[in-house]
Nanobody
């Protein structure tokens, strides 16, 4: 069982910054992938950034160079630092955990946090 609680969303002007946090209910070293997804109105949920248990990170092309995913192992918390925000970054952001079960991954999701970027 994994519980995820996001925080840090809000309203910001274009060009501004926000940092999202995801508190994880268990040792994040036991989770294969931690990631951030987002879903804008009328659009499908999309992956934004992922960090593997070994520390490797991946980013969507649309956020490369602007967003940074990181983790604090002692606090079992994953962060998403978002800089140079654009109106098109407006969405609900979800924290995700993937745990390998031997034949597939089990996904866990947080409740989401709204990010709104005004132009």
């Amino acid at each position: 069982q994994v519980q995820l609680v996001e925080s840090g969303g809000g309203l910001v002007q274009a060009g501004g910054s926000l940092r999202l946090s995801c508190a994880v209910s268990r040792n994040i070293f036991t989770i294969n992938y931690m990631g951030w997804y987002r879903q804008a109105p009328g659009k499908q949920r999309e992956s934004v950034a992922t960090i593997r248990s070994g520390g490797t990170t991946d980013y969507a092309d649309s956020v490369k160079g602007r967003f940074t995913i990181s983790r604090d192992n002692a606090k079992n918390t994953v962060y998403l630092q978002m800089d140079s925000l654009k109106p098109e970054d407006t969405a609900v952001y979800f924290c995700n955990a993937k745990v390998w079960r031997g034949s597939d991954f089990q996904n866990w999701w947080g409740q989401g946090t709204q990010v709104t970027v005004s132009s």
